[in-house]
């Protein structure tokens, strides 16, 4: 008799504690659907590893939101890279999603306007900084500095640059990373708030919100809103820029400068940050958490319809 293959409609990998209200609320949003959830958690990641390996244990979608930094999830993600499992967020194209220096020269040759930069060698291939007087005078001062692929919560990132040591000294933080420098935008103010936008891309819906860069604080964009200042340029810069990475979740931040142009300043970040606003600042709006578990739990059903 063959072994028995236990199948979950969805699983979810995660290790951060500030998930545990995500991923609660994902289950909930699935199990209105009358869909089956499994987790997946340090505590329990090698043995649903070997059963998965053994053919005993079954997904078919995937979220992970673990392996990007815990080895330990590593194996797991390999055999589910090659499987059937429809993983959300595939690994190929968050590998190439995340390096900014890609990301950055694909949105340009899509017309997303992007801020002026300059992209350099990794310190390991050439220590030495080539810019010419006219790269500089582009870039202007204060500058930013910011390795292509060390991401997540500004790692790595220098604002305010005013100088050539700071670019040396940043490039050996990160020997074997690209650099790019960029030029600082400057957002208009629209009634009292900052020009500045974080806009989720969540499973088919584009979610624009408020996001202070400077406090990192949010604050939900209403449709009025969105007619009164004209942002609508915010859903087809979002919807370009996951045509370009072909991710099923990230966010990108977006400002609206003194001119009038729209500007993709940061095109992705892969691992959105899911905290709830009522439990912390900084946080995303409890609401419009739900509007995204909502719409993961709707592509976990399409993907399962296709699926024997």
Same mark, same amino acid.
């Given at each position: 008799?063959?072994?028995?293959? =236990?199948?979950?409609?969805?699983? *979810?990998?995660?290790?951060?504690? $500030? ?11 699935? &199990? ?7 987790? +997946?958690?340090?505590?329990? !990641?090698? =043995? *649903? ?9 079954? $997904? ?7 392996s ?17 499992t429809? +993983?959300? #967020? ?22 997303? #306007? ?5 992209i ?9 900084v ?15 500095i %910011?390795?292509?692929?060390t ?14 040591k ?11 990373? +690209? ?5 600082? +935008? ?12 974080? !806009? ?5 819906? !584009? ?8 406090t ?15 942002l609508?340029?915010?859903? =087809? ?12 979740? $990230?966010?990108?931040? *977006? ?9 993709? !300043?940061?095109?992705? #970040? ?5 905290r709830?606003?009522? %439990?912390? &600042? ?10 995204? &578990?909502?719409?993961?739990a ?7 319809? %296709?699926?024997?």
């Amino acid at each position: 008799m063959p072994p028995r293959i =236990d199948t979950y409609d969805l699983g *979810i990998a995660w290790n951060w504690e $500030f998930d545990a209200d995500f991923v609660h609320g994902i289950e909930r949003e699935c &199990q209105k659907l009358g869909l089956t959830t499994y987790r +997946i958690e340090p505590h329990n !990641v090698r =043995d *649903i590893t070997r059963r998965f390996k053994a053919g005993r244990l079954r $997904f078919r979608t995937f979220l992970d939101r673990a392996s990007d930094d815990d080895k330990e999830f590593l194996p797991l993600a390999g055999l589910l890279a090659s499987s059937r499992t429809h +993983i959300f #967020n595939p690994y190929a194209m968050t590998e190439y999603a995340k390096d900014k220096a890609n990301m950055h020269l694909a949105c340009l040759g899509e017309g997303v #306007n992007v801020p002026y930069s300059i992209i350099i060698k990794p310190y390991a291939q050439r220590k030495e900084v080539e810019l010419s007087l006219t790269e500089l005078a582009h870039l202007g001062r204060p500058f930013i500095i %910011k390795p292509a692929n060390t991401t997540g919560g500004g790692i790595g990132v220098v604002l305010g640059a005013e100088s050539l040591k700071e670019i040396i000294v940043s490039r050996k933080s990160h020997k074997d990373d +690209i650099y790019l420098l960029q030029e600082t +935008i400057v957002p208009a103010v629209l009634e009292g708030r900052r020009g500045w936008f974080r !806009v989720f891309y969540a499973f088919g819906a !584009v979610i624009p919100c408020w996001w202070n860069n400077e406090t990192h604080l949010y604050h939900t964009l209403t449709e009025t809103d969105e007619k009164k200042h004209a942002l609508s340029p915010l859903r =087809d810069i979002v919807h370009t820029i996951q045509r370009i990475c072909r991710l099923d979740f $990230f966010s990108t931040e *977006i400002a609206l400068t003194l001119n009038g142009r729209f500007v993709a !300043v940061d095109y992705v #970040n892969e691992i959105c940050d899911m905290r709830h606003q009522s %439990k912390h &600042q900084d946080g995303v709006p409890d609401r419009l958490i739900g509007v995204i &578990q909502h719409h993961l739990a709707m592509k976990v059903k399409a993907v399962c319809k %296709k699926e024997p």
